[in-house]
């Protein structure tokens, strides 16, 4: 009919514009709130209408991981649709997790009707009732960068536009839109919804001028040290970083690292653990690094020169935290670390000076590691030792294009790795079940690469294993989960005994609430998902079983459950 425009639910329009801004997954745990956006699915499915991809995840903090690990491995911003308040309260850690290290995403969750009756879309079973709170958005408020509720449907184009630039913006992280059921149920124009978005994010750079003064602090000093937990940028940045820290011969402290820096055997990697360096360094590069060091133990100069760099460099999200910053450099990693290296080069050399201290960071970081290979050879026995499994994996990865995710599971250092995006561990914010679904968003996001999940068996339980294996048969996904099962929350009696090194709980048998026996036999968890499934109780056993793993992840692209027995403590 001449005139007439082309028309669809509101519910089709969101996923019409998450595809316009070049959003290809949409991770969705689905409800009572979703009718509107299913028949919107399938609405534009009978009318050829490019979509992204509407993945079923059945549990919301699965589906937030997925996100968290698609990002790492792809960089692009994924979407997350949950469901009212109840599926928002599952997703609320996925959301912490997220906005503790950066990475960006679309959260979006139904809004219970508003309405109890005479409008479409209003209320038609109990819980429309139950679910309804004054201020849903609360919940996430904290780790959200920004948040709104949607209260027309023609503001679909201009507030996915306005989520989308604010969450990709420098820092990045998660932003929050909640979706009323009413106004999913109207229909709108699809005028406009597949243009390019009207709003671009923000990517900042430091001032030259304070460029300038780091560099010149680190050309100048005579014990330099970079202390770096959250990686180095992309791929082009993470070169530089290595040739910058190689001519300069400073040595790069990797304390709880959350992303690889550094290949764990360059000369300059001088391991986990920041003494004595700390305590020698006139100028210290604190590299996008959360809680650098602990202040109770490590003891920086007082004339020591700090400098901050990363895309939030002050960790501006957290009321307390209080290392001190001479010089801070805010701006993405990929973009800060190539300009701080071309300040560097314009620095004159103390050739002589730098000679000598590339001797004694490399003749260091050799010791730690033969001593680190010794501690790993003592742990191959029966049960096994975490330092054990960590040295085998990495092994047994060597020639393989890979990455690995450990939640209080493999050690780097002891798992080498030389790669970025080449290990992960959780974030600090410590969210615990990520690792597992973090890794099947990784492998979603890389088809190709060898991706391998290592936790603990308590941080196992936390991830919905039962989902998680659903996930990774339904999606082809096949990742390699290693189980590092000590029968107990170790961290937790770490902890216990770091506070109370003399105390009761330290000298008892067993430490109270930490213990997780009988121990369930997993196997079965992961069989029901047509996984190959191992029990490996002895080191002398673990390098045949990872090259079985492999072998079944590579050759018959199917996931695969190793359950490791490892030792206490």
Not at 169 to 191: F, M
Not at 389 to 396: I, M
């Amino acid at each position: 009919m001449p005139g007439s425009r082309e028309t669809m639910t509101a519910g089709g329009a969101i996923f019409t514009r998450l595809k316009a801004l070049g959003i290809d997954y949409v991770f969705c745990n689905s409800g009572t709130d979703f009718p509107p956006i299913i028949e919107g699915l399938a609405e534009a499915k009978a009318k050829d209408i490019a979509l992204p991809q509407a993945l079923t995840i059945p549990h919301e903090h699965a589906a937030m991981s997925m996100a968290h690990g698609y990002y790492q491995l792809s960089g692009k911003c994924p979407a997350v649709m949950l469901h009212t308040n109840v599926g928002l309260s599952n997703g609320v850690t996925g959301a912490i997790n997220a906005a503790c290290a950066h990475v960006p995403m679309l959260l979006m969750s139904g809004r219970t009707p508003i309405t109890e009756h005479s409008r479409f879309g209003a209320r038609t079973v109990p819980i429309g009732w139950g679910q309804e709170m004054r201020d849903q958005a609360g919940m996430v408020r904290e780790c959200c960068k920004w948040d709104f509720e949607l209260r027309y449907p023609e503001q679909i184009t201009e507030l996915m536009d306005r989520a989308y630039a604010i969450s990709n913006s420098t820092p990045k992280g998660p932003a929050y839109l909640s979706l009323p059921r009413e106004v999913l149920c109207e229909t709108i124009s699809s005028d406009g919804l597949t243009a390019d978005g009207a709003l671009a994010p923000a990517r900042i750079m430091p001032e030259a001028s304070s460029l300038q003064a780091a560099a010149m602090a680190l050309a100048n000093a005579e014990r330099p040290l970079i202390i770096a937990q959250r990686g180095a940028g992309d791929a082009s940045s993470f070169a530089r970083f290595q040739q910058m820290v190689s001519d300069w011969a400073i040595p790069v402290c990797s304390y709880w690292a959350v992303e690889l820096a550094l290949p764990t055997d360059h000369d300059c990697h001088v391991g986990a653990n920041p003494s004595p360096w700390i305590e020698d360094a006139d100028v210290i590069l604190i590299l996008d690094s959360l809680a650098p060091w602990q202040p109770d133990i490590h003891k920086p100069r007082s004339d020591a020169t700090i400098i901050n760099l990363g895309p939030d460099p002050l960790f501006s999200r957290f009321p307390v935290r209080t290392f001190r910053s001479a010089i801070t450099l805010a701006g993405e990693n990929a973009d800060t670390i190539p300009a701080l290296a071309a300040a560097l080069d314009a620095q004159p050399k103390n050739q002589a000076r730098i000679r000598d201290r590339r001797e004694l960071v490399a003749t260091a970081s050799a010791a730690t590691r033969t001593d680190m290979a010794r501690i790993a050879e003592a742990g191959n026995s029966g049960p096994m030792s975490k330092q054990w499994v960590s040295h085998c994996l990495g092994k047994a990865l060597e020639g393989h294009i890979s990455t690995v995710y450990s939640e209080l599971g493999t050690m780097l250092g002891f798992l080498s790795r030389r790669e970025v995006n080449s290990f992960f561990q959780e974030p600090h914010s410590g969210g615990l079940g990520w690792g597992l679904p973090a890794a099947l968003g990784a492998q979603l996001a890389d088809p190709d690469r060898l991706v391998v999940a290592t936790m603990g068996d308590g941080s196992y339980m936390f991830s919905n294993p039962t989902v998680c294996h659903q996930i990774a048969e339904a999606l082809e996904l096949p990742v390699i989960t290693l189980i590092l099962n000590n029968h107990e929350w170790g961290a937790v009696r770490q902890s216990v005994v770091g506070l109370y090194p003399d105390g009761y709980a330290a000298k008892s048998n067993e430490v109270p609430l930490t213990a997780l026996t009988p121990s369930p036999d997993f196997r079965q968890t992961a069989g029901a998902s047509n996984a190959h499934v191992e029990r490996v109780e002895r080191g002398s056993d673990l390098p045949a079983a990872l090259e079985r793993a492999i072998a079944v992840a590579t050759r018959e692209h199917r996931q695969v459950l190793l359950d490791i027995q490892v030792a206490v403590g």
